[in-house]
Nanobody, 117 residues
Framework: VQLVESGGDLVQPGESLRLSCVAS????????MNWVRQAPGKEFEWVSG???????FYSNSVKGRFTMFRDNAKNEVSLQMTSLKTEDTAVYYC????????????RGQGTAVTVSL
């Protein structure tokens, strides 16, 4: 399993950002996918998931602001983040695993999102 995240950046509160994750080494189209994040000094937090049918699920902390997509032709999941808040600052990882049960042992190197004035 290989997962490569990209798109993290330093942005101001209220701005938007789109993260991407390209997957390889497994049957992507047959796999649920998740995004998790880890803020400095904190545990991993599940952010969103998408099942094989394309149905999406979100944590309460991001619901209404984040949207997750998948493109099976490109083996890619993405996370469109809007109305970013300082508390969204974290390293974001995509992972395999059932929706809301991310396999954090199968994750990429992460991409850093910093939301600050």
């Amino acid at each position: 399993v290989q997962l490569v995240e990209s798109g993290g950046d330093l942005v101001q509160p209220g701005e938007s950002l789109r993260l991407s994750c390209v997957a390889s080494g497994f049957r992507f189209a047959s796999s649920d996918m998740n995004w998790v994040r880890q803020a400095p000094g904190k545990e991993f937090e599940w952010v969103s998931g998408i099942n094989t049918s394309g149905r999406t699920f979100y944590s309460n902390s991001v619901k209404g602001r984040f949207t997750m997509f998948r493109d099976n032709a490109k083996n890619e999941v993405s996370l469109q983040m809007t109305s970013l808040k300082t508390e969204d600052t974290a390293v974001y990882y995509c992972t395999t695993g059932p929706v809301a049960q991310p396999n954090i042992h199968e994750r990429g190197q992460g991409t850093a999102v910093t939301v600050s004035l």
